[in-house]
């Protein structure tokens, strides 16, 4: 009897701490998406302009070192945070879609916010889409003309009174207020719900003219994002028994740089520091809503960026004020170096993650869908064919895990289809450039013999990729070159059965598959 009591005693502990462990398992997620934001922008990396918001996120939360996009470009990487998949598994194997793309993620795909919706999460996505939408065309190939001014660029035979199809909320979004692309690619219309709230009846040119509602103005796109967010989270705070995800996608820093008259002139360093401090505000606004419901312990919020920095933000100038948008990294937006996928990383969650800590371990952008699922006790009912290179940073965030790596290897991926791997220290790109938009841009590189087929770097001892051993360590070369083939023709990098990609990724050149001929297509692994 004596043994009966405390064995009862403790399994009633275990059973009510296990009980509020699965209650605090549900927090609302909110991700912040930056849009063209450097590794080395924000202030507490070394940027000049204050950014106290995102700088708190860091100070209250985890910061990652050596976190990374899939891609170096944004459509790209929207793809993998919302797959839980690398980009190039997709129909889209380099560049972007623009704003009359058709829609790239095919409703069958499990989303990130599919996926919470199944766990009883309510869903919402404020700001920039870059996904692709079905718009839905006016009757016998009918053309409107702009009702004042010239009508310029496509997109006029829409029916812009009417739904779209393909976007967030047949993907998984129960709310959705987004423009459909960058904020310099037409139309330039808001959707709400996937229905445009205004009739495209002007040309307007935020760098490629096109249709657009009459009161669209990019100045004023990071306020109505910031208001909107505000409302979806006082609004849900109401509801306090379900949680909820906010994808939060922002237009900025991307071009048009255009912060409004309350930011102008505020860094000292141009509109791009302006713009950067404009951004900064809007991840304040969230954390202001956030602790005016007293929502913030329970609450994941995670900030990113798409991918670097990109030379519309006049690069050179601002390095020549002492500010480095890139930090110390090779390369930019565009790259498969350093600087083109290397980002900004921060996760705050009070409830769970250590403030003020930081985490080295290389993580990527891809991994936000596993980590939620682990959160909610759901990571191994996640389907075959779901989340295929998505590792959950869960036991690094809580401290289990701090110092194990949590994923194989890493794969990069640049504008033009150019791949690199990452494992360890050590990172092979299989390009003799920079497979972007820095020298020496692919086309020049390619036809320099003098330079190596491919670049193996060690990151711990060159971070800047200055120095290339290829030479040195073929073995290794070899290695690697066989992990990614494996990696491709697998259909995912997490254990689990094979998988179909959407077509095999025949971007690498000539050059590269005449030395590695397991890289092309007709080598595939069985």
Not at 452 to 470: G, K
Request: proline share 7%; glycine share 8%; net charge positive.
């Amino acid at each position: 009897m004596m043994k009966t009591i405390p064995a009862l005693i403790f399994s009633l502990l275990l059973f009510t701490a296990l009980t509020t462990f699965a209650d605090e398992q549900a927090p609302n997620i909110i991700v912040i998406l930056a849009d063209d934001l450097g590794y080395g922008d924000l202030h507490r990396d070394g940027g000049l302009p204050p950014t106290p918001h995102c700088d708190r996120l860091a100070a209250e939360g985890m910061r990652f070192t050596d976190a990374h996009t899939t891609s170096s470009v944004c459509t790209p990487t929207r793809y993998g945070i919302l797959t839980g998949r690398y980009n190039w598994r997709s129909t889209l194997k380099k560049s972007v879609l623009f704003g009359l793309d058709k829609p790239l993620i095919p409703t069958s795909r499990l989303t990130l916010p599919a996926f919470l919706k199944k766990q009883d999460y309510h869903t919402a996505i404020v700001g920039k889409w870059h996904l692709g939408l079905g718009w839905q065309k006016l009757p016998n190939g009918e053309k409107r003309q702009a009702l004042s001014g010239k009508t310029e660029g496509e997109g006029w035979d829409i029916d812009y009174s009417k739904k779209v199809s393909g976007g967030p909320t047949t993907l998984g979004f129960d709310e959705s207020y987004i423009i459909p692309a960058s904020l310099d690619m037409f139309p330039y219309v808001y959707l709400k719900n996937d229905k445009p709230t205004q009739v495209a009846t002007v040309t307007k040119a935020f760098f490629r003219p096109g249709p657009s509602g009459a009161d669209f103005e990019a100045i004023k796109c990071l306020r109505n994002f910031a208001r909107e967010s505000r409302t979806y989270i006082k609004t849900r705070a109401a509801k306090k028994n379900q949680p909820f995800f906010l994808y939060l996608p922002l237009t900025s820093p991307h071009t048009p740089i255009v912060p409004s008259a309350a930011w102008q002139g505020k860094s000292g360093i141009g509109s791009y520091g302006d713009f950067l401090m404009e951004t900064d505000w809007v991840v304040g606004e969230v954390l202001a809503e956030l602790d005016s419901q007293k929502l913030a312990k329970n609450t994941l919020v995670i900030f990113v960026t798409d991918n670097g920095c990109s030379p519309a933000a006049k690069i050179p100038d601002l390095v020549a004020q002492g500010h480095k948008p890139n930090g110390s990294l090779r390369g930019h937006k565009a790259d498969i170096y350093e600087g083109g996928h290397r980002i900004p990383f921060i996760v705050r969650w009070p409830a769970k993650v250590k403030a003020g800590s930081t985490a080295h371990q290389t993580i990527c952008t891809s991994d936000i869908f596993a980590t939620v699922a682990d959160i909610n006790g759901q990571l191994d009912t996640l389907p075959a064919n779901a989340a295929e290179d998505s590792f959950s940073l869960l036991p690094i965030l809580t401290g289990d895990n701090r110092d194990k790596a949590i994923r194989p290897f890493t794969i990069h991926h640049s504008i033009n289809g150019s791949f690199a791997i990452r494992k360890g220290k050590w990172k092979l790109a299989l390009c003799p450039g920079s497979g972007g938009w820095s020298d020496p841009k692919p086309k020049k590189a390619l036809k320099d013999l003098s330079l190596p087929n491919v670049q193996l770097f060690d990151l711990e001892a060159d971070l800047a990729e200055q120095h290339n051993l290829q030479d040195q360590h073929p073995e290794l070369v070899k290695q690697l070159v066989n992990e990614l083939a494996t990696a491709i023709n697998k259909g995912r990098t997490t254990p689990g059965p094979k998988q179909n990609n959407e077509g095999y990724p025949n971007t690498f050149s000539q050059r590269v598959l005449k030395e590695f001929p397991i890289l092309a297509e007709k080598k595939q692994l069985p």
